[in-house]
């Protein structure tokens, strides 16, 4: 049940037809994970704890450079040298303290995986590395848990959710990491700001349950033309390595 | 027929454009049209768009009028109105 504080908080919000006091409970009792708090994963926090999400985990390793403030907008300057993981925590304590941020300065990997997933009810893949984002596509296949997949270059960004057992997987429409994909990739902060922005209603949608989820699509955004398109995927590939094993609904 | 063709993220950059229209005819493929790009793009636009086979990348989506296909061999059928080629971004 909602408290007098949410009844207030969200007081716009619960005018949003669909939503409603349901949906915000099912916002304020949901776990996410949020995979790199950059360009996209930082923003995507950001509008999740705006929303109402009761816990958001923060996984990033690494220290705030100079070269990420175009981008990197929960982020300051003063933090330069420090864990980009903790200015995000600290921004997102300021703007909502009622919500529980979990700071942790490692990026996903093999040895957390598993624990890191079963803490979350969702995940947003922001990462910037394919490679990091298999591992996180197999372990919440083998977890069932749902995934947002989040991604940019340049102008242009695309939003996939996943549901395991549902939906085709990571490695259903990338069977093998993609062997071109370069760390470094060029970005305006507000094309990965309105990736995030898609991204974090996508999530936000399915947790609360109204509006239409993009299920078995990819959302295309070209910010040069300023065009949304949709694309609707294949289905599940049957000798899927990752979800091929699942029952097949799709 | 002629038909659109979309290219996004880093095969717009080996094109030149994120858009162009080209004349198919009947038995034109995804295959065929790659190959015909691929003389255009040179080595940037195979280096993403092909295996070190020469074979269509496994990572390349390409959705005809909307719809992901997978089969690059098929011939277009004939009332094709767009091609959309959509290599793998994980940009964060
Ligand atoms: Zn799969």
Redesign the interface.
């Known amino acids: 049940m909602l408290s007098d504080t949410d009844r207030a908080t969200y007081e716009w919000q619960l005018d949003v037809p669909g939503l409603g006091e349901c949906g915000q409970e099912k916002l304020g009792s949901a776990t996410a994970l949020v995979s790199?708090v950059?360009?996209?994963?930082g923003p995507l926090a950001m509008s999740l704890a705006a929303a109402g999400i009761g816990k958001i985990i923060l996984v990033h390793a690494g220290n705030l450079q100079e070269a990420d403030l175009n981008r990197q907008t929960l982020m300051s300057r003063q933090w330069i040298g420090k864990p980009r993981v903790e200015c995000a925590a600290e921004t997102i304590a300021r703007f909502k303290p009622e919500i529980e941020v979990v700071p942790v300065n490692e990026n996903f990997n093999a040895d957390n995986a598993h624990r890191l997933v079963s803490m979350s009810d969702i995940v947003f893949d922001?990462?910037?590395?394919?490679e990091e984002?298999f591992l996180m596509n197999r372990e919440c296949v083998r977890q069932g848990k749902p995934i947002i997949d989040?991604?940019?270059?340049?102008m242009?960004?695309?939003v996939m959710t996943i549901v395991p057992g549902k939906t085709p997987c990571l490695a259903c429409?990338?069977?093998?990491?993609?062997s071109?994909?370069k760390r470094r990739?060029p970005?305006i902060g507000a094309v990965?700001c309105l990736v995030a922005q898609v991204g974090a209603l996508e999530g936000i949608k399915l947790i609360s349950g109204f509006g239409e989820v993009s299920i078995g699509e990819?959302i295309?955004i070209?910010a040069?033309t300023m065009s949304f398109?949709?694309?609707?995927?294949?289905p599940r590939r049957h000798d899927c390595a990752v979800c091929g094993g699942l029952n097949l609904d799709s | 027929m002629r038909i659109a063709l979309n290219f996004r993220g880093q095969l717009a950059n080996a094109l030149g454009g994120s858009s162009d229209q080209i004349e198919v005819n009947s038995s034109s493929s995804i295959n065929s049209i790659l190959q015909d790009l691929a003389f255009r793009g040179g080595t940037a636009f195979t280096d993403i768009a092909f295996d070190c086979h020469g074979k269509p990348s496994r990572t390349l989506l390409v959705a005809v009028d909307g719809e992901q296909i997978t089969d690059f061999e098929m011939a277009l059928a004939p009332d094709t109105q767009e091609i959309t080629f959509i290599p793998p971004i994980a940009g964060g």
């Not at chain 1, 922001?126 to 394919?130: G, K, S, T, V």
């Not at chain 1, 989040?150 to 340049?154: I, Q, T």
């Not at chain 1, 398109?229 to 294949?234: E, P, Q």
């Open positions: 790199r950059g360009g996209l994963g922001c990462a910037p590395l394919f984002r989040s991604a940019m270059y340049s242009q960004g695309q429409v990338y069977p093998e990491i993609p071109h994909w990739f970005v990965s990819m295309l070209d040069e398109n949709k694309i609707k995927l294949a």
